[in-house]
């Protein structure tokens, strides 16, 4: 706003007068006149608040009978226009363009110009809201499409609180009125804002005419407005003491969780938690319990997949007294049975939930109980499934401790490492860094590394490169000295492997662990395995040295890359292979230009390129060509 602020007083050229807008906006360029509309503001500053305010703000309101694009850009900004009309005394203008934008057909310019309506009346004051923007709502209300009804509703709780009595009891009517609209888009707009509208009332008022209101709405004919009449149950509830949630909240809630259709089934389960923490942990022993298992017995996947997201964290917030009494006789039933369920979505969900069930219970229920739900998930079909239960190993370490899950659990997942289905092992592969993690490096070392570099040998590509990050997040983790001891004597034993592709593998490993290992290591230990590589019979490992030895170029010295490097590429560059001298022939010309850059003037790395670069350049075109 400053900048515009300056151009203007300025006298920018950029700053067209209101004839030149009106021309942009007549324009049949859609992008021309969408670009008119966000320089509004600009303008606006250059014609001054009370031109603004005289021709800008008419003109606008006249011309909605564009795009939705430009529509939208234009709701948007005239939202944040109150200083550009003079501030807050003379906001009020800004209404009638927003009205018009707010009764359009187009849902996303409502909704926006709604927002914009909203943003604006917190900057009225009371006596502009009771003799404009009241007006506006009450106009909107009874407009005759659909379309301005709705976007009335989400005004409603902005103006409400900052009214006198009287209004407010009109007000309360009109929302009562569009709570009722023979429209289903309308009550869903009301079911939608009731809960925002029920924190704005008082007390008194949401019991006798929001509740009665809340309670048509949660019956509609319609499930689009009573899955929304759900979203209230929360706000209401918070607002009543627990004796009135009993009596005005509940019976509509139990009739919601058993409701015909499964899209109101499926909103009591997704706002379960929220529900339970709103009506407070009587109300929740006494009716949510039985309750919540309907929902995860529920007919439809959906619905059971949602609740069984919740499980864990409704446990969680069941009162101490009867939590372990809950959650063995009435949950953990209805949890076994989700274990096999038939819809893979349903087992997903439980399996991203159910090892945070371990804390809760303790580790004598967890050992006899869950543990074994545990194994089965692991061996589901459904990878999924698997990788959810590895993923939270941690809840249950801390738990049973690292003795117990190794005799339990680790089986399994060695099991899953060396699965037939490749991509199963990548995805364990995947997870075996946040393992080790929780594990320990001990625990690791003993059981699970060998693994690791099994699968640096795997005859999927896929695989071994996953190996080679693996190693990487590894070492990140325990550190170098590890690394020494454990990966780098695996990894340089890989150059001397007779398959080619192992010895391939080997180079990508030292490629990453460069990274995590530092300069010193890299030249000390990981060097002399890349440079007895460029000997390598196969010409795929030969090209791979050079590019190596070029993306290492930042870990070695001025020495070593005038001695073995200069002198391993040197040697590949006359390769009788046009790969491999195109890849040494690049690597020099890259480290030449890195150690040239370092070096005081008159030093260089001495490398014949230019000629004979190109000639084996043209060579490898006419190969390929």
Request: hydrophobic share 40%.
């Amino acid at each position: 706003m400053a900048s515009q602020m300056a151009q203007a007083e300025s006298g920018d050229d950029s700053l067209y007068p209101i004839a030149v807008l009106i021309d942009e906006l007549r324009n049949e360029d859609v992008q021309l006149r969408l670009n008119s509309i966000k320089k509004l503001s600009t303008i606006a500053l250059a014609l001054g608040v009370e031109r603004t305010r005289s021709e800008l703000i008419p003109f606008l309101t006249d011309t909605i009978y564009d795009e939705d694009e430009v529509l939208l850009a234009l709701a948007e900004q005239l939202g944040n226009f109150t200083p550009l009309v003079g501030g807050p005394e003379f906001v009020h203008c800004l209404l009638p363009p927003l009205e018009s934008l707010a009764t359009v057909e187009e849902t996303v310019v409502r909704d926006k110009a709604v927002d914009s309506l909203r943003t604006i009346a917190a900057q009225h004051s009371q006596a502009d809201l009771e003799n404009h923007f009241v007006p506006l709502v009450k106009r909107l209300s009874g407009g005759d499409w659909f379309t301005s009804r709705t976007s009335a509703c989400g005004l409603f709780a902005v103006c409400y609180p900052r009214v006198s009595t009287t209004i407010k009891d009109e007000l309360r009517q009109q929302f009562r009125n569009l709570a009722g609209d023979d429209t289903p888009m309308v009550r869903r707009a009301g079911a939608g804002k009731l809960g925002e509208f029920a924190k704005a009332v008082e007390t008194e008022k949401l019991k006798s005419d929001l509740i009665p209101m809340f309670t048509i709405l949660s019956q509609d004919e319609q499930d689009s407005v009573r899955l929304l009449a759900v979203e209230a149950c929360v706000s209401i509830a918070s607002l009543l003491p627990s004796e009135d949630t009993d009596q005005f909240v509940m019976p509509t809630l139990r009739l919601a969780a058993e409701d015909k259709s499964w899209r109101v089934r499926y909103m009591v389960a997704d706002k379960f938690i929220e529900l339970q923490k709103a009506v407070g942990p009587e109300i929740t022993k006494n009716d949510l319990v039985q309750a919540f298992q309907g929902l995860l017995k529920d007919c439809e996947a959906e619905v059971r997949a949602a609740a069984a997201h919740k499980v864990k964290d409704f446990c969680q917030n069941l009162s101490e007294d009867v939590r372990e009494q809950v959650i063995m006789n009435s949950i953990l039933p209805c949890v076994k049975d989700l274990v096999s369920d038939a819809n893979q979505h349903v087992k997903s969900a439980l399996a991203s939930v159910i090892m945070g069930l371990s804390p809760i219970l303790g580790k004598d229920n967890t050992i006899e109980h869950l543990l074994p739900l545990f194994l089965t998930q692991l061996k589901d079909e459904c990878p999924e499934v698997r990788l959810n239960i590895i993923s939270n190993l941690d809840c249950v370490n801390e738990v049973i401790g690292i003795k117990q899950l190794s005799q339990s659990l680790l089986p399994a997942i060695v099991e899953l490492a060396e699965d037939t289905k490749w991509r199963v092992r990548l995805a364990i592969i995947e997870y075996m860094p946040l393992l080790a993690g929780q594990l320990g490096v001990e625990f690791f070392d003993e059981k699970l590394n060998s693994l690791c570099m099994t699968w640096l040998a795997d005859h999927v590509f896929a695989i071994r490169e996953a190996a080679t990050l693996n190693l990487k997040k590894l070492v990140e983790k325990f550190g170098s000295d590890w690394a020494s001891q454990t990966v780098i004597p695996k990894v340089n034993s890989m150059a001397r492997d007779q398959n080619y592709l192992h010895r391939l593998t080997c180079l990508f490993c030292i490629n990453l662990l460069s990274e995590a290992l530092g300069s010193e290591i890299t030249n000390k230990t990981l060097l002399p395995t890349i440079t007895s590589l460029a000997a390598d019979s196969v010409a795929n490992v030969r090209f791979n040295v050079a590019k190596s030895l070029q993306k290492l170029g930042p870990h070695f010295d001025q020495t070593t890359l005038q001695g073995q490097v200069k002198t391993t590429l040197d040697k590949l560059k006359t390769d009788g292979d046009t790969d491999v001298q195109y890849y040494a022939l690049e690597a020099l010309d890259v480290l030449t230009n890195e150690y040239d850059n370092d070096q005081p003037s008159g030093e260089s790395f001495n490398v014949q390129t230019p000629k004979f670069w190109a000639s084996s350049l043209i060579t490898c075109i006419c190969i390929f060509m």
